[in-house]
């Protein structure tokens, strides 16, 4: 809704002791990107679950998942269709039952091509905001060890729990699926060239926004709920 209609209806809310926020575009927007994370390593020794997360950019640092606040696990699907069409016609012939020779055209022919492809998302947000991100393309699964499996999917999850499993206080968020994100945030995209056209479909900017209204809401339900 628009920002002027948000605030009277949120004070309503809030008069009747209900937890409500209003989230705004330039809030979501203004999020920094989630810092993507390369390896963990566990900390030899510790007292306490701990790792060193070597990330992708910038310096590596040290992980207590005592201090994550929120786990949210998605798996995204990107498509990729390509049509290609011969452009010359093709000019058959046959006889009819009558004996008249008939000419007909096939018209143009087509081939289409899909390739689906998915991948594995992890957002980990400590208590003091910091998002974390493990992508199933770009992360080794090295901290596994022997529990290592064969397929992404499978290694995710791994992931995913034992991460849940040493942070017993994070909320879990795995309803990703589930929502329906608002079509603005659906990254379509068609490319036409001479006989061929491709229709490309991505996920990640609706993850990213799932993402972080998620936190946004956890945050808000967890504490005092203040508008954004």
Sequence with gaps: MSCAAAPPIVNKLRAHKVAAFALTESFMASRPAPRLVKRLAPAAGASEPMYLVEFWKGDPAGLRTADI???VSASLNSSSVVTETDVGLR???RVSAHGIPMN???GPAASRTTETKFSHLIDVYLNDG???RFNSDRISYDVLGKDRGYTDRENADKLALRLASE???AHIDTGFSALRIPPELSRDMVIAVRNRTRHQRDQTAMFDFYSIWSHTVHRGLAGPATAP
């Design 69 to 71: 606040f929120l786990l």
């Design 130 to 132: 910091t998002q974390l």
């Design 104 to 106: 007909w055209s096939d």
């Design 167 to 169: 942070a017993p206080n």
């Design 91 to 93: 000019l058959n012939t």
